[in-house]
């Protein structure tokens, strides 16, 4: 971690001494000689993590140049907010009355670097006391060359194909669904964490013969920190027809009222698995349970070989050289029959070109590698140590979102953007692109879970008490990231010390609050990501917090109590957020000032979601992938300058404005496009989407989600070919529309609702071949609708 910080800091630096900046009084120079001095120490770093886990001193140095890193960090960070006070500012004597503090400023920068030399000298005569040489291809490490990885993507969905020895007791556990009892039965699967309890869980839930038999299923989580309401609306939603929405009000009693009245008319049976064999038999002491058996050394050989070789489906080692088999047999029987433990060093051995990596692979693991639940964790440990530098911060943000939660890829790949743990690497490749790819490559290292010491993020419970408060005070640790969930009527007040350094913070709050305690320290001027969840107030003190936030990239703002389409922010509000790259506040209402002022200041700003953003011009904001929640309006014709612009959704459309969205959808702009919503009918009037509209879009080769709100006449004979989501809403298509929606090969998501006023509707053999999910509503005239044998499978 420490190397993945120091050269994140590193490139920093570079890129601030090649900005335009007043350098005074020798400060480049130190600023200079800090960046050549952290490159000296990552080589050291490199050698030092293959001892971190063996020398505790050596454990020490590592984390003090870590600490040395946050602290230059901090000082970059203080001084481009320095640089910038005054500089945007029109009025000339206002410039001029900045310049002795900024002198003076510098000057305090200078005697700081001098403390962080001070303290880079002293980790160095250590460092030389321990005896650690920058030489890092000595016996025991582990080289990593992420370009070596083969790649490919994972979907909840898909079918895991390197499932191995489940055969016997997968049968054996359907049988015992299948019974017939005169009671509600629990069926468990017990046993340590490795043993492949998750895997056996989900090859029976969705064995056909299970799914044939029950009238409906649900499959849920529960996690350390149970939420019973959570879990309880997971199962109604899959087993009943309520929402989220019908349900968002309703008490856990009513909850289980409900649920019991949808499963009190059938049989029902539970699969629980647990790692605790005393839980097993405290859910039900008379029904059936089952602890997975290890696999046997063939059946682990033949994972090893999938997992290290995914283009072998068959696990074959007929093609593997004698010398690589012996080594990979050998590595198999330390794993003790443990599938986590084949499946995550197949992960590893899958980067590894040549005999002698996957050598010193087996000897990383020789002298560590323990049956059990030790041994898992050490293989674990492992995989985290082969993580490139780069992907460890990465691997170890994940950390602060809640244990079971659902993560969007979107949403996690701009936080790294906002804290710089990612950036753009090759030309025509996006910053949100390299995320991706990053993030693949840890799903294809089979990154599960691991506990490090690394002081990366503080996760702080719900309903702190006084207790907590004074643990959080008593803390010498600097606070870079934290996750904080608090119950109701309950406060959580940072020690004043922590929040300068604070980069991340999220909130979730389960009640409303008072959010003056929380973050009313001017102090928070450095957070880089901030994320309010729950039913916080809307107050001047939350306002006033934002407009100091002058470093922030990322901010989201989700189910507020208060925010509402009528709710204004003050003019303001984000005038001082120049750094902004994802602004999410989809439930409040932006005046056509303040978007104008937004639209002038955030250069930066790349995705934008909001509820009634009235844009009347876009002027610098040419970076914007994402647009969200528009009125139409003129500002549409300036869409030719978005070049970037992958989401877009607009909504009041009329029929002089969709003019001009034809022009600019029809012209070279927009080529990027990969998601549209668009929305007719502003005030009421009759609308309806033109042919030449639909026709122009169907030209935008990367489109992927459409959704069209409003009149369709008649659709065109060709649709954008490479959709995979459609929407028609509210398009009352005379003519059957299936004859044309079939043509599109790679569509896994249909939604049709008040789209067909036909009587009959026909969908041929062989259409819609990779259709998932369909969803028809309210085609009340709709009488007849034939599947003939092949289409939909």
Same mark, same amino acid.
């Given at each position: 971690?420490a190397e ?5 800091v590193?490139?920093?630096?570079g ?17 200079e ?5 952290l490159?000296?120490?990552?080589g050291f770093?490199k ?13 020490v140095w590592?984390a003090?140049?870590?600490?040395i ?6 000082i ?20 001029y ?7 003076l400023?510098f000057?305090n ?8 030399f001070?303290?880079?000298?002293e980790?160095?005569d250590r ?20 370009t070596t ?5 994972i979907?909840?969905?898909?079918k ?11 049968n ?19 046993g340590?964490g490795?043993l ?9 839930y ?21 939420n019973?309401?959570?879990?309880l609306?997971?199962?109604?939603r899959?087993?009943?027809?309520l929402?989220?929405k019908?349900?968002?009000?309703m ?14 008319r059938?049989?029902?049976?539970i ?6 064999m ?10 059936f349970?089952?602890e997975p058996r290890s ?9 090893l070989?999938?997992?290290a ?5 068959n ?6 050289p004698?010398d690589?088999?012996e ?8 794993c ?6 084949v ?22 693991i ?15 440990s ?13 691997f170890?943000y ?6 079971d939660?659902h ?21 025509g ?13 840890l799903i294809?290292?089979?990154?599960v ?13 719900e ?27 309950r406060q959580?007040?940072?020690p ?17 609050l008072?959010?003056?305690?929380i973050?009313?320290?001017k102090d ?6 901030l994320?309010?969840?729950?039913s916080?107030p ?6 006033g ?7 922030l990239?990322?901010l989201?703002i989700?189910g ?18 120049v750094?902004l ?6 439930s ?24 009634e953003?009235r844009?009347?011009?876009i002027n610098?904001?040419?970076?914007l992938?994402?647009?969200c ?15 970037? /612009? =992958?989401? *877009?959704?607009?909504? #009041?459309?009329?029929?002089? &404005?969709?003019?001009?969205l !034809? $022009?600019?959808?029809g012209? @070279? ?18 609308f309806?989407?033109s042919?030449?509209? /639909? =026709?122009? *879009?169907c030209r935008? #080769?990367y489109?992927?989600k &459409?959704?069209?709100?409003? !009149? $369709?006449?008649?659709?065109? @004979? ?7 989501q459609l929407?028609l ?13 079939k ?24 259409g819609f071949?990779?259709l ?8 009340d ?10 289409a939909?499978?």
């Open positions: 971690m993945a910080l120091v050269s994140i590193v490139e920093k630096l890129g601030l001494l090649l900005q335009k900046i007043t350098f005074l009084r020798g400060v480049r120079g130190k600023f000689g800090l960046q050549n001095e490159k000296n120490i990552i770093l050698a030092a993590d293959s001892m971190h886990n063996q020398d505790p001193h050596i454990r590592v003090d140049v870590r600490d890193a946050y602290d230059v960090e901090d970059i960070d203080a001084f481009l907010l320095k640089e910038g006070e005054g500089s945007t500012s029109n009025n000339v004597l206002k410039r009355a900045h310049m002795p503090k900024k002198l400023n000057d920068f200078g005697k700081e670097i001098d403390d962080i001070a303290k880079i000298k980790i160095s460092r030389k006391r321990y005896k650690i040489t920058s030489d890092v291809q000595k016996e025991g490490t582990i080289s990593s060359p992420a990885m083969l790649l490919r993507r979907y909840p969905h898909t895991d194909d390197d499932v191995v020895g489940l055969v016997d007791q997968t054996t556990l359907v049988a015992e669904l299948l019974k017939e009892d005169d009671r509600l039965c629990v069926v468990s699967i017990y340590m490795g492949g309890n998750s895997t056996l869980t989900k090859n029976v969705n064995h056909p013969d299970v799914k044939s038999h029950f009238d409906c299923y649900a499959w849920t989580s529960i996690s350390q920190k149970l019973t309401v959570d879990v609306q997971e199962i109604l899959k087993v009943g027809s929402t989220s019908d349900m968002a009000e008490k856990e009693v009513e909850l289980l009222e409900k649920l019991y009245a949808i499963l009190q059938n049989r029902s049976k699969m629980l698995t647990t790692r605790h005393e839980v097993a038999k405290h859910a039900d002491q008379w029904s349970h089952l696999l046997t050394y063939e059946e682990a050989w033949e994972l070989c999938r997992k070789f995914p283009q072998d489906v696990g074959s080692s007929s093609s593997l004698c690589f088999e080594c990979g047999r050998d590595i198999v029987k330390k003790g029959g443990f599938p986590l433990q499946i995550v060093l197949g992960g590893i051995l899958a980067s590894k070109g040549t005999l002698d990596e996957w050598e010193v692979v087996s000897k990383q020789g002298t560590h590698t323990s049956h059990g639940q030790d041994g898992v964790f050490s293989i674990l492992l995989s985290y140590k082969e993580l490139p530098y780069n992907l460890k911060p990465l170890l994940l950390g602060i979102f809640p244990e939660s993560i969007s890829v979107k949403k996690l790949v701009r936080m790294w953007m906002a804290e710089s743990l990612i950036r753009e690497e090759k030309e490749e996006t910053i949100e692109e390299v995320g991706t790819r990053y993030l693949d490559e294809h290292r089979c990154m879970q691991i506990g490090r010491e690394e002081n990366f993020f503080e996760v702080i419970n309903n702190l008490d006084s207790s907590s408060s004074s643990k959080l005070a008593r803390s010498s640790k600097k606070l870079r990231r934290c996750a904080i969930s608090i119950g109701e009527d959580c007040i940072f004043k010390h922590l929040t300068p350094c604070l980069r991340t913070v999220i909130f979730n709050v389960d009640r409303v008072l959010v003056g305690p973050i009313r320290y928070f001027k450095f957070l880089k990501v994320e309010l969840i729950g916080l809307v107050e001047e003190e939350l306002e917090v934002l407009r100091k936030l002058s470093n990239r990322y989201s989700l507020v109590h208060g925010f509402s389409c009528t709710f204004y922010w003050s003019f303001h509000t984000f005038e001082n957020l750094c790259q994802t602004l999410e506040v989809r409040s209402y932006f005046s056509p000032r303040m978007c104008d002022l937004m639209s002038n200041v955030m250069h930066q700003l790349r995705h934008w979601y909001g509820h953003i844009l009347s011009e610098n904001m040419t970076k992938q994402t647009l929640g528009v009125p139409a309006g003129p500002w549409i014709t300036d869409l030719v300058k978005l070049t970037e /612009l =992958e989401k *877009l959704s607009i909504f #009041r459309l009329d029929e002089e &404005l969709l003019i001009l !034809k $022009i600019a959808i012209g @070279s702009g927009l080529d990027k496009l990969r998601s549209l919503y668009l929305q007719g009918g502003a005030n009421g009037e009759e309806s989407f042919s030449d509209l /639909l =026709e122009a *879009l935008k #080769r489109l992927q &459409l959704k069209l709100h409003g !009149k $369709i006449y008649k659709l065109p @004979s060709q649709l954008p070919s490479n959709l995979i929407n809403i509210c398009t009352h298509l005379s003519e059957d529309p299936m004859p044309t929606l043509k599109l090969q790679h569509l896994l998501f249909l939604e049709l609702r008040v789209s067909h006023e036909g009587k009959e509707m026909v969908c041929s053999a062989q071949p990779q998932q999910h369909l969803q028809i509503k309210y085609l005239q709709l009488e007849e609708w034939t599947v003939e044998e092949g939909m499978p």
